[in-house]
């Protein structure tokens, strides 16, 4: 460290003799710790302390998003184990509050084996695209996807509709007013799930499907509401971040030496601020890091192959369910559609809280932070599509200190 | 003698400095952050701009296109294809920004613009106007 900052002061010396100004990035920050950021990752690593992070935005696409009597319901609706075909899963089965509001798994576990892992909830509603593919556009149309997925819920629209008004109608009044005409329905119905479940909904007239989509739905903007409550924790890393680069004075011991080498890294050579950057520590988008497949599962192309499925999906932000004015959803309307970038590309989770939650990336490949330093430090090339990712030449030592900056998250 | 070793000592440490410090300058050009250029085959002259301030990162902005032929005068009804992206990070623009309007006076509204993270960004301009197709990039530093 000390030949590093000796070579910078040197080099700005002469640089001054020759008059030329030193580019900023080879700066040491002047009113900065006897840590070695450089102005660029002292600039970075300052955005992502948590107070930056302010409100959850709103979501024109839900009425009820900022509603607390549809957060309540909501919240009665998440821990609801009735609302999937066995009654034995709910969706903080999965999302569990202890461990960050996800469960531990490689792959998630409902009613069977999901074919991903489980995303954490705290800051989701800071999110413009849902799931690690990004297939869906809102918090409330992404509730909807695991109730009918056969191995999450395993339940279907007409039954849970159904379920509601005979369960939580007044709880539904309350926050959407009344019911639209909900009479003659089948026992089961949905476009998606067994020929039985499939000739049901096909039956049903335009305007009897349109009714138990809109109840449907309301069930997602419910669910919503409550999640988004639910916001990521302060941390060591916030309290010595506002101690180093804010006015608070006092905190720098929150972190030690060598997870203050790790941030500068993490925020310097690591690049890890590339993506996880901002108090969430995510850019919301979508990159191809190399992260090998699993064998035995299906193929997956990530982004690639969810760009058809959010444009067709009737729950999207521009679909008849939405409660978002003309003029909105520009997530949507300038959906990036290069299959190039696409191919293979996953969400950038938050690193908030992430070492309580092993395994990591999107099928559990990595059982350990060190597995996911290694495996960016060593940048191998994607089986499909191509990385972004290029080598690092991170040493043992360095390794070492990112690791422990992680924990420290 | 002596002297003349000093001279070639001062003379060989100023050559080696002069020298350093055009090294210094040519690694510290970085990228043209200019926001008006000249088009690739030099059919137009090109100017961008947020289209409100204070500009802000990851959230949508619109920009401004402002297209002039090399004599300066306004473009109008040119066609615009907009892309991108982060050269060092390897990736392109999170969004798909599009043209609005036929760039009455020769200024193109563009929505759709979102940078999602800090860095160095370009954008791609490929233009398609009576006057001929040319293409301009830009880099910028957000």
Redesign the interface.
Same mark, same amino acid.
């Given at each position: 460290m000390m030949w590093r900052r000796g070579a910078i002061l040197l080099a700005c010396l002469l640089v001054t003799a020759q008059g030329l100004r030193a580019d900023p990035a080879d700066e040491v920050l002047p009113a900065g710790p006897d840590d070695g950021f450089t102005q660029d990752a002292a600039d970075l690593a300052s955005r992502l302390v948590i107070n930056s992070l302010g409100l959850a935005p709103d979501d024109p696409s839900n009425r009820v998003y900022d509603d607390p009597k549809a957060a309540v319901f909501g919240e009665a609706l998440f821990h609801d184990a009735r609302m999937s075909a066995t009654g034995t899963v709910s969706c903080a089965s999965c999302h569990m509050a202890g461990i960050g509001f996800q469960d531990g798994l490689p792959l998630g576990q409902g009613i069977g084996t999901a074919n991903r892992r489980t995303m954490p909830l705290e800051g989701v509603a800071w999110n413009a695209w849902f799931f690690w593919d990004g297939r869906k556009d809102s918090l409330w149309s992404q509730a909807l996807g695991p109730l009918e997925n056969p191995v999450e819920h395993g339940s279907n629209r007409v039954r849970l509709v159904r379920f509601l008004q005979e369960t939580y109608a007044d709880d539904y009044r309350a926050v959407f007013g009344a019911f639209p005409d909900l009479s003659g329905l089948p026992e089961d119905g949905a476009p998606t799930g067994d020929a039985a479940t499939r000739r049901n909904w096909e039956a049903l007239t335009d305007a009897q499907r349109h009714a138990v989509n809109t109840v449907f739905a309301d069930i997602g903007k419910a669910i919503a509401a409550y999640e988004r409550q639910l916001k990521p924790k302060e941390t060591r890393l916030d309290f010595y971040l506002r101690a180093t680069f804010g006015a608070m004075e006092g905190a720098r011991d929150q972190l030690s030496e060598e997870e203050i080498a790790g941030l500068e890294i993490f925020a310097g050579k690591g690049r890890c601020i590339s993506c996880h950057q901002g108090p969430r520590m995510t850019d919301g988008f979508f990159h191809n890091t190399g992260v090998p497949p699993v064998a035995g599962l299906p193929p997956d192309n990530g982004r690639l192959d969810a760009i058809a499925l959010v444009e067709a999906d009737p729950f999207n932000c521009l679909g008849p369910y939405s409660d978002a004015p003309a003029g909105s959803c520009e997530e949507l309307r300038f959906l990036q559609r290069d299959p190039k970038a696409l191919a293979r590309a996953f969400k950038t989770p938050s690193l908030r809280g992430v070492s309580l939650r092993p395994p990591y990336m999107h099928a559990g490949q990595f059982g350990t932070l060190e597995e996911v330093v290694r495996h960016y430090n060593a940048a191998p090339k994607a089986a499909v599509g191509t990385s972004e990712l290029r080598p690092l030449d991170l040493d043992e030592a360095e390794i070492k200190a990112l690791v422990a900056l992680l924990e420290a998250l | 003698m002596a002297k003349r070793v000093g001279v070639a000592l001062v003379s060989g440490v100023a050559v080696l400095?002069a020298g350093? #410090?055009l090294w210094?300058?040519s !690694?510290?050009a @970085?990228p043209d952050l200019a926001l008006s250029k000249t088009s690739d085959a030099g059919l137009y002259q090109v100017a961008i701009a947020p289209a409100s301030q204070p500009f802000h990162r990851?959230v949508?902005h619109d920009w401004n296109v402002t297209l002039r032929t090399k004599a300066g005068q306004p473009v109008e009804g040119a066609r615009l294809t907009l892309g991108g @992206?982060m050269p @060092?990070? !390897?990736? @392109?623009?999170?969004? *798909?920004? *599009?043209q609005k309007g036929d760039g009455v006076g020769g200024v193109y509204e563009i929505?759709?613009f979102?940078f999602?993270? #800090? !860095?160095h960004w370009v954008i791609d301009i490929v233009i398609d106007a009576p006057a001929g197709a040319d293409h301009v990039a830009f880099d910028l530093q957000l």
């Open positions: - | 400095l350093w #410090a210094v300058r !690694g510290d @970085g990851e949508f @992206g @060092g990070h !390897g990736h @392109g623009l999170p969004t *798909q920004p *599009q929505d759709g979102k999602s993270m #800090a !860095g």
